[in-house]
């Protein structure tokens, strides 16, 4: 199981497999902390859609399918870190992915005086998170994320528009993701348990229950 903490944490990471549910995760511990959100995900969509060199590089990337660079997710963390008041709390969603991603948030971290950090590592076994993405559609009007309910005929509630499946959710894209976590990102979770705070959360459960889990896990 895991240990009650007090909530002295000034910093807060959630890392897990694609389809873990760690960003709804996230985005409820933010609100009840009302602390600042870096999600790195928002962040490359933001800095893609920007008109600026640095902009353009990062689009090129994710349009390419390419990994950013440790030295880009640098730049990036660098800048955002810059702008967070130092009295407000920190909860990071899609960071670190790489132990050298890791080693530099730390470092930073703690240069700024932020040394009290849990992690909340939201497991799921590698057949439910393969389970999960390949039930992921998108709308082809809006965009917006849907499950499928195996319906043939299930349209976008928003706007009625076709479900399509994403092009990094067919077998082979996801198969080839869960390798890229299992050699790049396990061992980010080893380097965490070592360095910071680390509270295990079963992800093969409803959102509410693990919501619940991680609130008893932190003390709130």
Not at 48 to 59: A, D, I, L, N
């Amino acid at each position: 199981m895991y240990n009650n903490y007090n909530m002295n944490t000034s910093t807060y990471i959630f890392i897990g497999p694609q389809g873990s549910g760690k960003g709804t995760q996230a985005k409820f511990l933010v609100q009840k902390l009302d602390a600042e959100f870096v999600e790195m995900g928002g962040l490359l969509r933001e800095i893609s859609s920007q008109e600026t060199e640095f902009g353009k590089h990062v689009k090129g990337l994710i349009d390419n399918g390419i990994l950013l660079t440790d030295s880009d997710i640098e730049k990036i963390l660098t800048e955002k870190l810059s702008q967070v008041d130092a009295a407000k709390k920190i909860v990071f969603d899609g960071v670190p992915r790489r132990i050298g991603q890791a080693e530099f948030l730390l470092k930073t971290l703690s240069e700024v005086g932020r040394t009290d950090i849990t992690t909340i590592y939201v497991s799921l076994p590698r057949e439910e998170t393969f389970k999960r993405l390949s039930l992921r559609r998108v709308c082809e009007v809006c965009k917006s994320p849907a499950i499928s309910n195996s319906d043939p005929n299930q349209v976008c509630e928003k706007c009625g528009g076709k479900l399509v499946i994403r092009k990094d959710d067919t077998p082979e894209a996801i198969g080839k993701r869960l390798d890229l976590y299992e050699n790049e990102t396990l061992p980010v979770v080893d380097l965490l348990k070592k360095r910071t705070r680390l509270v295990e959360i079963d992800g093969d459960q409803p959102i509410e229950k693990v919501r619940t889990d991680i609130n008893q896990a932190l003390g709130l």
